[in-house]
């Protein structure tokens, strides 16, 4: 009788293997892995077996060349109760047929057309923060890029709803862990103060959805939002989406559109801060880009630097940290054939910190991005919105509300990190900041405004 051999891994013990070490530190267990075992390696959760996988050639197999062998994994699975069927979690022709119809929604004119509403509320925001005080800046662009996601999401009449759609995504969310866990489904059922909160929150954001939805339709106008688009849009049959599918969509679109990208942008402030010649840099580009102005879609290309600290800041803490497939056929790595039915785990937190590709991982240097820094390294050594089919379809989106947000901002304030403060990341459903980002404001003086008091002297 043949043995299967599987890719070595961390000893772990009986019954739950390295469950427990996994959810204490998932950060710091999956960087160790691969650099105890390579670019391939087998990891126990409880009844899971999960091969994590660390290399850019058979990391863009799995994703893109033989992406028709896998399926999302359990944690999106379970997100369904939330999500639906919406793009992220719908898998074979459903999956397709949504990606098409909502291809559209995220053309390159319709994005660049979100610039002016991303400035302009990035402008507002900071209009209400004072010199020297002290806040929560991830509460900040949390606030900031759900009310972004509303607008041009939903459109203008929905801004007043906004913050409470992200009120229900965040109770959503905690409660969502808890169904990560092996068996989770066993409690699904059960009275416990969770389930009804999360049952609760789903029922409310249900509502919210159908009422924004309803109103469209009976506008029946494109109202230059993505929502419209998706009203728009139909199948090869002619076919529209359903009430249930738009919910499904724009709830995955809410999700997806604020929470990524306000995550990153905390984490950017915060390296920023940790960096002056970096910082310095970048407010110089800054001033010199839009001599005082709000930036435009056309500034966007010339903010070459802000894309550059974005990018690293995405390298050092990705937002999506972890990849998860299960595997739907015998499936071969290297020397190995992983079997059917199991897991693989593919993250960009390990690959971005691979020393064979980003020499001093831990360090912040957004000269990293170079166009000849970039060719020189593997596609999928740097994969921050996945890749391949399931890719996320607003990458653009993303890169252009960061940067833009990041100038408008950056032209007006610089953040000091609050004495004391802890910062450490939270490996939730994004890569968040475990005890937010207490930092003290502190008012630029511009090129253009010291030119001004120059001329008064």
């Avoid at 995220?106 to 002290?134: C, I, L």
């Avoid at 089919?389 to 100038?407: D, K, N, S």
């Amino acid at each position: 009788m043949s043995v299967t051999t599987y890719p070595p891994g961390p000893s772990g013990a009986p019954l739950v293997g390295n469950l427990l070490e996994f959810r204490r530190d998932p950060l710091g267990m999956m960087l160790k892995t691969a650099r105890d075992f390579g670019d391939i390696a087998t990891l126990k959760l409880g009844p899971n077996l999960i091969f994590l996988i660390s290399n850019p050639e058979w990391i863009k197999d799995l994703l893109v060349t033989n992406h028709q062998s896998v399926k999302k994994s359990r944690g999106l699975e379970r997100a369904k109760i939330f999500l639906g069927e919406g793009l992220a979690t719908s898998e074979g022709e459903l999956h397709r047929r949504q990606r098409r119809m909502a291809q559209p929604a995220f053309n390159h004119q319709r994005v660049a057309g979100y610039a002016e509403t991303m400035a302009n509320r990035a402008s507002e925001t900071s209009d209400h923060w004072s010199e020297g005080e002290t806040r929560d800046i991830a509460e900040e662009m949390m606030r900031l890029t759900m009310v972004i996601s509303g607008k041009t999401f939903f459109g203008s009449e929905v801004d007043s709803v906004s913050e409470e759609v992200g009120k229900q995504m965040a109770v959503i969310e905690e409660s969502y862990f808890r169904r990560l866990m092996p068996y989770s489904e066993l409690l699904d059922g059960l009275p416990l103060p969770s389930n009804r909160r999360l049952n609760r929150a789903i029922k409310r954001l249900d509502e919210i959805m159908h009422t924004i939805i309803e109103e469209h339709r009976k506008n029946g106008e494109d109202q230059g939002d993505l929502l419209s688009t998706l009203l728009m849009a139909h199948d090869e049959e002619g076919s529209g989406m359903s009430d249930k599918q738009l919910r499904d969509e724009t709830v995955s679109l809410f999700f997806g559109g604020h929470e990524t990208t306000s995550a990153a942008l905390s984490w950017t402030w915060y390296l920023l801060s940790q960096n002056p010649e970096a910082e310095s840099k970048f407010h110089k580009e800054v001033d010199s880009v839009l001599e005082g102005r709000l930036p435009q879609f056309e500034d966007f290309p010339k903010l070459t630097y802000t894309s550059m600290v974005f990018a690293e800041s995405m390298r050092l803490y990705p937002p999506a940290w972890v990849l998860g497939r299960k595997l739907l056929v015998d499936y071969e790595v290297g020397s190995y054939t992983l079997p059917k039915g199991c897991g693989t785990f593919v993250s960009p937190w390990v690959m971005h910190h691979d020393s064979r590709y980003f020499p001093e991982p831990f360090e912040f240097d957004p000269m990293r991005w170079t166009p000849e820094a970039k060719a020189s390294r593997p596609k999928f050594s740097y994969f921050p919105f996945g890749g391949g089919p399931r890719g996320c379809m607003g990458e653009e989106f993303a890169w252009m509300e960061g940067v833009i947000l990041l100038a408008t901002i950056g032209q007006r304030w610089r953040f000091k990190l609050s004495p004391g403060h802890q910062v450490e990341p939270a490996p939730m459903l994004t890569l968040r900041m475990k005890h937010g980002l207490r930092m003290i404001l502190e008012k630029r003086r511009t090129q253009e405004a010291t030119q001004v008091a120059s001329r008064s002297a």
